[in-house]
Protein backbone atom coordinates (compact mmCIF):
# COMPACT_ATOMS: atom_id res chain seq x y z
CA UNK A 1 0.00 0.00 0.00
CA UNK A 2 0.95 3.41 -1.02
CA UNK A 3 1.01 6.00 1.96
CA UNK A 4 2.62 9.12 2.99
CA UNK A 5 3.91 9.90 6.15
CA UNK A 6 5.33 13.36 7.64
CA UNK A 7 5.99 14.38 11.65
CA UNK A 8 7.35 17.51 13.37
CA UNK A 9 9.19 16.91 16.10
CA UNK A 10 8.88 20.07 17.89
CA UNK A 11 5.65 19.42 18.23
CA UNK A 12 5.33 15.87 18.82
CA UNK A 13 2.14 15.39 15.95
CA UNK A 14 2.85 12.68 13.22
CA UNK A 15 0.40 11.39 10.39
CA UNK A 16 0.35 9.18 8.21
CA UNK A 17 -1.97 9.13 4.99
CA UNK A 18 -2.94 7.20 1.64
CA UNK A 19 -3.05 8.73 -1.67
CA UNK A 20 -5.53 11.88 -1.83
CA UNK A 21 -5.08 12.45 1.85
CA UNK A 22 -7.10 10.02 3.50
CA UNK A 23 -5.95 9.76 7.15
CA UNK A 24 -4.30 6.11 8.08
CA UNK A 25 -2.83 7.31 11.46
CA UNK A 26 -2.59 10.11 14.04
CA UNK A 27 -0.10 10.31 17.03
CA UNK A 28 -0.30 13.31 19.28
CA UNK A 29 1.99 13.06 22.29
CA UNK A 30 2.24 16.00 25.51
CA UNK A 31 3.36 18.59 23.58
CA UNK A 32 0.74 18.84 20.54
CA UNK A 33 -2.06 19.31 23.37
CA UNK A 34 0.09 22.34 24.34
CA UNK A 35 -0.89 24.35 20.78
CA UNK A 36 -4.61 24.88 21.83
CA UNK A 37 -7.32 23.58 19.49
CA UNK A 38 -7.08 26.34 16.80
CA UNK A 39 -3.04 25.26 16.69
CA UNK A 40 -3.41 22.11 17.08
CA UNK A 41 -5.85 21.66 14.24
CA UNK A 42 -3.56 24.37 11.83
CA UNK A 43 -0.38 21.52 12.80
CA UNK A 44 -2.36 18.38 11.78
CA UNK A 45 -3.55 19.67 8.41
CA UNK A 46 0.01 21.00 7.54
CA UNK A 47 1.51 18.24 8.03
CA UNK A 48 -1.95 16.12 6.72
CA UNK A 49 -0.82 18.35 3.67
CA UNK A 50 2.73 17.31 3.42
CA UNK A 51 1.83 13.46 3.64
CA UNK A 52 -0.33 13.59 0.91
CA UNK A 53 1.93 15.50 -1.68
CA UNK A 54 4.31 12.75 -0.38
CA UNK A 55 1.54 9.81 -0.96
CA UNK A 56 0.41 11.15 -4.53
CA UNK A 57 4.07 11.58 -5.50
CA UNK A 58 4.73 8.21 -5.06
CA UNK A 59 2.06 7.17 -6.75
CA UNK A 60 2.81 9.21 -9.49
CA UNK A 61 6.05 8.18 -9.93
CA UNK A 62 4.92 3.91 -9.81
CA UNK A 63 1.56 4.54 -12.55
CA UNK A 64 2.37 7.71 -14.26
CA UNK A 65 0.05 11.16 -14.57
CA UNK A 66 -2.56 11.22 -12.02
CA UNK A 67 -3.22 14.32 -12.24
CA UNK A 68 -6.88 13.61 -13.52
CA UNK A 69 -7.63 11.50 -10.70
CA UNK A 70 -6.95 14.71 -8.25
CA UNK A 71 -3.76 13.55 -7.30
CA UNK A 72 -1.50 16.14 -8.56
CA UNK A 73 1.47 17.45 -6.29
CA UNK A 74 0.86 21.06 -5.13
CA UNK A 75 4.37 23.02 -6.58
CA UNK A 76 4.32 24.60 -2.88
CA UNK A 77 5.16 20.76 -1.72
CA UNK A 78 7.28 19.62 -4.31
CA UNK A 79 10.00 20.30 -2.37
CA UNK A 80 9.24 18.54 0.71
CA UNK A 81 8.52 15.58 -1.65
CA UNK A 82 11.69 15.20 -3.01
CA UNK A 83 13.01 15.22 0.29
CA UNK A 84 11.80 11.85 0.95
CA UNK A 85 12.51 10.58 -2.49
CA UNK A 86 15.91 8.18 -1.82
CA UNK A 87 18.99 9.18 -4.01
CA UNK A 88 18.95 5.76 -5.92
CA UNK A 89 15.08 6.63 -7.44
CA UNK A 90 16.73 9.87 -8.41
CA UNK A 91 17.26 10.10 -12.32
Given at each position: ?12 IAVEVG ?20 GLARAI ?47
Open positions: MITGNAHDPDTGPGGGLRDLVLDSRSLRLGQSLALVDTATARANARVQRAVGDVSALGLAVESRLEESVEDTTPETWRV
